[in-house]
């Protein structure tokens, strides 16, 4: 076996199954709070419509903090891989060509979490989106405005 990474050495051998449940987090390089600007976070959730909106995954609930994100999905098509390649490469894109910075937004690579068939997604995704009440950045939900869940 190469010598690599711990992080990339547990991803050796791994794979994203069609239709399975994932919860992908990633951080901004250096922990940033990039996205304390609206404006900068709905540049990421853009993409995460296309991805939608494109079949690579169907969104069931997501959160953007200020230095990163919680993306729970059902994979469609392609690998975990290649959906967070292209959503952190598009929306790296989009994001310094608004602001005029230049180098990489996100950490490398990524977090996922593939979830047993018995766990309660509704939960999950509650506790997805309650991210910004864990953090103390809102007293409510709702006084939020980078989430979304299809069942609230």
């Known amino acids: ?13 791994r794979y994203g199954e069609l239709n399975r449940i994932y919860l992908l987090t990633t951080n901004t390089a250096e922990r940033k709070p990039i996205f304390q600007d609206f404006v900068l976070g709905r540049l990421v959730v853009e993409q995460f419509r296309c991805a939608h ?6 969104s069931l609930a997501w959160v953007i903090m200020p230095d ?12 975990l891989n290649e959906l967070m390649q292209k959503n952190k490469s598009l929306s ?7 602001t005029g910075h230049r180098g990489s937004l ?5 977090h996922d979490r593939a979830l047993r068939r018995e766990e309660d ?3 999950l995704a509650r506790y997805v989106v309650a991210n910004p009440l864990r953090a103390g950045l809102v007293e409510r939900l709702g006084d939020y405005p980078l989430w979304d869940a299809i069942w609230l």
């Open 53 to 58: 909106d494109e079949r690579w995954a169907k």
């Open 68 to 79: 990163h994100f919680h993306w729970l999905i059902e994979l469609q098509q392609g690998s």
């Open 121 to 123: 997604l509704v939960k």
């Open 1 to 13: 076996m190469p010598d690599l990474p711990a992080s990339h050495r547990l991803r050796t051998g």
């Open 92 to 98: 790296a894109r989009a994001i310094n060509m608004s």
């Open 106 to 110: 996100w950490q490398p690579g990524y």
